[in-house]
């Protein structure tokens, strides 16, 4: 045991934590975590015990604490890549916005469905395909294609009504 060690045996882990922040980072820094090194002392600060304990050396305990939340933070990391490379090898890549692109199948698939549905609700009418194209996929509201096409909001609401059992129709053939 250290001269140090001796002087805060019996004190509470707080204030050893509080006066040694600097070196608890520093070594946190040193293990490789540098970029992880204040989310790892606020953990550590959280986890600690608030009662004065009888810990023979405190010091030493909270370097063992940040051990292990260095080893924890990194074998989290570990499994986030392996989890996020099998989701983007399973799902299709990065691209540049950042954002998983679907794969050509995908695309090509999304793009026939949309085509079957766009044709279902036009086999209703070219007005319900039409207000529904402004309300569903425009994104005006029922108010605004009634205005725009002259009509009440209950025949938009009839309108839209038809579209959505023709989509309902093929959805369940």
């Known amino acids: 045991m250290t001269h140090q ?3 805060e045996s019996g004190v509470d882990l707080e204030s050893v934590f509080l006066v040694h922040r600097a070196q608890l980072r520093a070594f946190i820094c040193s293990r490789g975590a540098a970029d992880l090194a204040d989310d ?3 953990d550590l600060w959280i986890r600690m015990p608030r009662q004065r304990t009888d810990i023979a050396s405190p010091l030493s305990y909270l370097y063992r604490m940040a051990t292990y939340l260095v080893f924890d933070r990194n074998q ?3 499994a986030r890549l392996v989890r996020d490379t099998a989701w983007f090898d399973a799902h299709g ?12 199948e995908r695309v090509m698939e999304a793009r026939q ?6 044709e279902a609700v036009s086999r209703e009418g070219e007005r319900v395909l039409a207000i529904f194209r402004r309300h569903r996929i425009d994104g005006l509201t029922q108010r605004e294609v009634a205005s725009e096409f ?6 938009v609401e009839g ?3 038809k579209a959505y059992r023709a ?3 093929l959805e369940e053939h």
């Open 159 to 161: 309108d839209l009504r």
């Open 76 to 78: 989290s990391r570990s």
């Open 40 to 42: 790892i002392l606020q």
């Open 167 to 169: 989509l309902v129709a």
């Open 5 to 7: 060690d001796r002087i």
């Open 150 to 155: 002259g009509l009440s909001i209950g025949t």
């Open 93 to 104: 890549s990065i691209g540049e916005a950042g954002c998983a692109q679907p794969t050509a």
């Open 113 to 118: 469905t949309v085509s079957r549905a766009l």
